[in-house]
């Protein structure tokens, strides 16, 4: 969700300044060729790793699988066909492909505006430049909030090591103080004599 913004705003604005529809054109039929081609390998991944059978070994109980669950999983993906991909991208083409992340169905959704901006020209460039800078804001804010996570993160691993150092010092007095080495001494004086072999 807070990656929508951004993506929906970078191809609206993108789109819309081209000079030539015809390279819009060209832009949305490389980034479906990408898509696609993603997908394919994607796919043969998953067929190469489902030949190699992980977890055929593990030792499941079949009381804690949940069978509907998996039918239901199971029955949705075997009744997709060939024409439920772009049916469906151009069903979810709204804000609920905003809400669950879908990519296809938000790049559809970001073309039919940013195609007409393009069309109209010279006289929708106050609404493009309006776009592209809440997209230069979405871009600023997700970076400052993964640089103030990075140093969130930074912060705690130092208060955790320097922790560990205090335990581990407290822990392990040195050997000048006089109770340690009474304690050593003692403890040597009350194990059983070594036994010499010749």
Request: with cysteine; hydrophobic share 45%.
């Amino acid at each position: 969700m807070r990656l929508a913004p951004s993506v929906f705003a970078s191809l609206v604005v993108g789109i819309a300044r081209m000079n030539e529809i015809h390279a819009a054109g060209r832009v949305g039929m490389k980034a479906i060729v990408y898509f696609e081609n993603a997908s394919t390998l994607a796919l043969a991944i998953g067929l190469v790793v489902d030949a190699m059978k992980p977890g055929a070994r593990m030792n499941v109980e079949p009381a804690h699988v949940d069978g509907a669950a998996v039918a239901a999983h199971a029955n949705h993906a075997r009744r997709r066909g060939a024409i439920d991909f772009p049916m469906g991208t151009c069903r979810r083409a709204s804000s609920r492909a905003f809400a669950s992340g879908e990519m296809p169905g938000m790049f559809f959704f970001a073309l039919l505006p940013a195609v007409s901006l393009a069309q109209r020209g010279a006289r929708t460039a106050p609404f493009v430049d309006m776009t592209d800078s809440s997209r230069r804001r979405c871009s600023a804010w997700r970076a400052s909030r993964a640089r103030g996570a990075l140093a969130n993160a930074h912060r705690s691993t130092s208060r955790a090591t320097a922790r560990r150092r205090s335990i581990r010092h407290r822990s392990a007095p040195g050997r000048a103080d006089p109770a340690y080495r009474l304690r050593r001494s003692l403890a040597f004086s009350a194990a059983p004599p070594m036994r010499r072999f010749a």
